[in-house]
């Protein structure tokens, strides 16, 4: 059962980066996703999560709604993020997750499946 984010790097005010997460080792399509994030000296926040289901639910956090979209592939067991408008308060470690139950969540308790991270730093 392995999760392998992708895609991270320097990115402008202002400018975009396309966060990726491979799943491997068990049945991606059936689980929901999220994507978190973890600045240096700060707790997890939740950024966005999208049901199994095409066409269910997706949530995404206030900090980050209007500028990052998530979506799935599940043909290709692949997660994405896509951040446009990157602000500074964006840097940090952004993680992928997965989880059975009812629906995505907020809450990264909810999950069980982590992938090791990415990061994501802002420059001037």
């Known amino acids: 059962v392995q999760l392998v984010e992708s895609g991270g790097g320097l990115v402008q005010p202002g400018g975009s980066l396309r966060l990726s997460c491979g799943a491997s080792?068990?049945?991606?399509?059936?689980?929901?996703m999220g994507w978190f994030r973890q600045a240096p000296g700060k707790e997890r926040e939740f950024v966005a999560a999208?049901?199994?289901?095409?066409?269910?639910?997706?949530l995404i956090g206030d900090s980050v709604k209007g500028r990052f979209t998530i979506s799935r592939d599940n043909a290709k067991n692949t997660l994405y993020l896509q951040m446009n408008n990157s602000k500074p308060e964006d840097t940090a470690v952004y993680y992928c997750?997965?989880?059975?139950?009812?629906?995505?969540?907020?809450?990264?308790?909810?999950?069980?499946?982590w992938g090791q991270g990415t990061q994501v730093a802002g420059s001037s």
């Open positions: 080792g068990f049945s991606f399509s059936n689980y929901h």
């Open positions: 997750a997965a989880r059975r139950g009812t629906g995505p969540t907020t809450d990264c308790h909810d999950y069980d499946v």
């Open positions: 999208i049901s199994w289901r095409i066409g269910g639910s997706i």
